[in-house]
């Protein structure tokens, strides 16, 4: 199921950073006040810094810090991850707490992270699998501190499971049952554990599926990595075999920003290429057919891609030149194109050259302005 995907973008250029939503409004995850889907960007106020949406089918929430460090919360709330002590939804922003040293957020499957700007990693929410890593399974509906370590740098969450990286370090946790923490078992872990020994790992990428969970990672070096459920070809190691430990994909040493949906991935590479393997049934791969394949294929000739963004089942990614691309899926709006079509090759989501963050959730889609 690609359910309630959401998507989460920002721009540059226009006074006060607004911000922008489209696709499906589930339980007001669009943060407009009503359950309407939007299938164009629609403003949603302004002086917003950085979103993040729910990333597990109808997981329908979104998260954001705005420009004075505070961070808001809106949508679905079954499992206390708004934040607001409580369990009631919400169709438009809310305040989490009165602090101003909020700096990012992180949107898992029905729970939430973010880190304040002295380096702690907090979280709240769904955790039943420990994916909140406070070291039980104990639901908490307001923010509680991960740890004691100030360092953290690249987080990616997942619908039951974090890959964070701290120092170099990659630490893991939540739901393994295919391995999706690399830690060569299908163990639980309710605390971060470290995935190997190694100080190099640099971007973590998870999977926002329930059921077909994976992990990306690349190092300083350059090289990515991938483990957990291969179905599909999501690792991009030429079959759908299932690794309980990290494997690298391919040779190259190029590899710069990857990003997981529910069955395909994506990277881009240092010379602005972009590439992307697994699942294609809706064409989220980009590749102009609905064939899906287990090794990394370039998407078009392109040298000026930016930062992917992989949801249920279609993609985003921006430019250097500050534009929005969209394809795959396009039910509810998800690719805020106007209409409900899909595609299987880039579309370019209005004609703004100021985009700056993007991100996406279940079935919505948010960006800002500078």
Known sequence: MFGSRNFLFAKTAVAGNPLFVWGRNLFGALGLGDTTNRSSPVQLGSGWATPSGGRKAYSGFTLSTKNDGTLWAWGRNNNGQLGQGNTTNRSSPVQIGALTNWLTPFGGGYFSLCKKTDGTLWSWGANQYGQLGHGNTTYR????????????????????????????????????????LGLNDTTNRSSPVQVGALTTWSKPAVSSNGINQFSLCTKTDGTLWSWGNGQYGVLGLGSSTTFYSPKQVGALTNWATPAAGDVHSLCVKTDGTLWSWGGNGFGQGGQGTTSSYSSPKQVGALTNWSTPFGAAYHTLCTKTDGTLWSWGRGQYGLLGLGNTTSYSSPKQVGALTNWQKVSVGGATSLGTQT
Do not use: E, M
């Not at 370590?149 to 990286?165: C, P």
């Open 141 to 180: 509906s307001s923010p509680v501190q991960i740890g004691a370590l100030t360092t953290w740098t690249t987080v990616s969450a997942g619908s039951y499971f974090v890959l964070a990286v701290d120092n170099g370090k990659l630490f893991a946790w939540g739901k393994n049952d295919f391995g999706q």
